[in-house]
């Protein structure tokens, strides 16, 4: 059975970085696909940022140029570095993860597919001027 745990969420200013990160327990952590999703209040969860086993990566256009998706085999943990933030950042970080499946498919459907392996229960991240 797979679990994530996220962390490395906390509240910056704009124009700050954070990094999360994604602790994955489970079996064969290489051959996941790892994404990254957010929630704001009162919104529809969105795909963020996706990696998937071969280390192709995919990423929202709100977000391209700003974050970096990446993942450590060896340490079973997959980052979300995310630079230049904005307010509109501002959201739960959840990550997911699944087997087979294309980091673009996972950034743009993942958010409302239920064949998705685990979901973290999330790390806030917080945004002020």
């Known amino acids: 059975q797979v679990q994530l745990v996220e962390s490395g969420g906390g509240s910056v200013q704009v124009g700050g970085s954070l990094r999360l990160s994604c602790a994955f327990s489970g079996p064969s952590y290489s051959s996941y696909s790892m994404g990254w999703f957010r929630q704001a209040p009162g919104k529809q969860r969105e795909g963020v940022a996706a990696?998937?086993?071969?280390?192709?990566?995919s990423y929202a256009d709100s977000v391209k140029g700003r974050f970096t998706i990446s993942r450590d085999n060896a340490k079973n943990t997959a980052y979300l570095q995310m630079n230049s933030l904005k307010r509109e950042d501002t959201a739960m970080y959840y990550c997911?993860?699944?087997?087979?499946?294309?980091?673009?498919?996972?950034?743009?459907?993942?958010?409302?597919?239920?064949?998705?392996?685990?979901w973290g229960k999330g790390t806030l991240v917080t945004i002020s001027s």
């Open positions: 997911a993860a699944g087997e087979g499946i294309e980091a673009w498919w996972l950034v743009v459907h993942g958010w409302n597919y239920d064949g998705l392996d685990s």
């Open positions: 990696i998937d086993s071969a280390g192709t990566t």
